[in-house]
């Protein structure tokens, strides 16, 4: 089935085979970007952005690759939207879909773009709910895959809180026959019916999910580390308390040690410094928190070149 005219919500709604078409759409435009190539796949096409919640990587990276792709993109502070003065989803749906190719949207409720998509007639992309992050987990195999190879068979460790990354990351490994190991505290641990949907795919592509409270056990060699931050966007909870129950799952030199030798670090960033990983850690050759940052760009342009562009 073609992506041309979908929406990406979540990576576990994508095929092993879609996964792979972005992919090697993102080479393609990665390579055209960096030889200084045109490649205007999107000519004359806008994208809307809605941010209910802040962001560097995301914003610019979408605004930068539709300029790329010939195209333009729009920020939409949702402050500034009427939707921020209760203007249903459902109708600004419709309405941005007159406008726009293509709607981009960062918010709190997963369900809130859910809504957006069944309403609008234009593809919606999720920028990062506080369920899922799709164009990040998926950034993140395509750069492990830069740096490790094929990654079939591979162990990824996720560190740390249960949060928006921990579900994505289990469904974009699943998909891809990764394995993944999620070491949470057991008051934070990753969404259920996330965990049971990955595990279903895990089963399909003969890979598999562990999740533990031991962060040692999930380095365990682990060919990535993976950690986020102790308190995402929006979180309400108290943070002593949320760092307290966090604090032994902090990515730091003696727990990276315990991961293969040659094992890379990630972090989708905003980092915490200190608290979920130390600076050393950030700053070491196994860290490949920046290519990872850059690989949004390239990834993005493929998903928006398929959905948006000419079937
Ligand atoms: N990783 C990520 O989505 O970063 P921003 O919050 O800066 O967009
Ligand atoms: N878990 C983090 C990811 C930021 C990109 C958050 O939701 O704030």
Not at 135 to 162: F, N, P, S, W
Not at 189 to 194: A, D, F, I, L, T
Not at 277 to 297: C, G, P
Request: aromatic residues 6%.
């Amino acid at each position: 089935m073609s992506l041309h005219g979908r929406d990406l919500l979540s990576v576990h709604e994508l095929s092993y085979e879609e996964v792979q078409e972005i992919f090697r759409l993102t080479k393609i435009v990665k390579d055209k970007q960096k030889n200084g190539q045109e490649h205007h796949i999107l000519k004359g096409k806008t994208l809307g952005m809605i941010f209910q919640k802040s962001s560097t990587r995301t914003r610019v990276s979408f605004e930068v690759g539709m300029w790329q792709l010939g195209g333009m993109a729009m920020f939409l502070s949702a402050n500034d939207l009427q939707i921020g003065r209760g203007e249903p989803v459902k109708d600004t749906a419709r309405v941005l879909s007159r406008y726009v190719d293509g709607i981009m949207i960062r918010t709190f409720s997963h369900q809130e773009v859910e809504e957006l998509a069944q309403y609008a007639s234009v593809p919606v992309i999720n920028g990062l709910t506080d369920l899922l992050h799709p164009c990040q987990a998926l950034t993140d195999v395509y750069t492990a895959i830069e740096h490790k190879g094929e990654v079939k068979g591979r162990k990824m460790a996720y560190i740390g809180d249960g949060n928006n990354m921990a579900n994505s990351l289990m469904y974009v490994c699943a998909k891809v026959g990764m394995n993944i190991a999620v070491a949470t505290p057991s008051e934070y641990k990753p969404n259920e019916s996330v965990v049971s949907g990955a595990r279903e795919d895990a089963r399909l592509f003969g890979s598999s999910i562990e999740l533990t409270n031991d962060p040692y056990e999930a380095v365990k060699d682990a060919d990535i580390v993976y950690t986020d931050v102790w308190a995402s966007m929006g979180e309400k909870s108290k943070w002593h308390v949320r760092w307290q129950a966090l604090a032994r799952f902090q990515v730091n030199s003696e727990l990276l040690g315990v991961a293969k030798p040659d094992a890379i670090v990630m972090h989708c960033l905003p980092a915490h410094r200190g608290e979920e990983i130390t600076d050393e850690v950030m700053e070491s050759k196994q860290s490949v928190v920046f290519d990872e940052a850059e690989n949004r760009l390239h990834v993005q342009k493929a998903i928006m070149a398929l959905l948006m562009g000419h079937p």
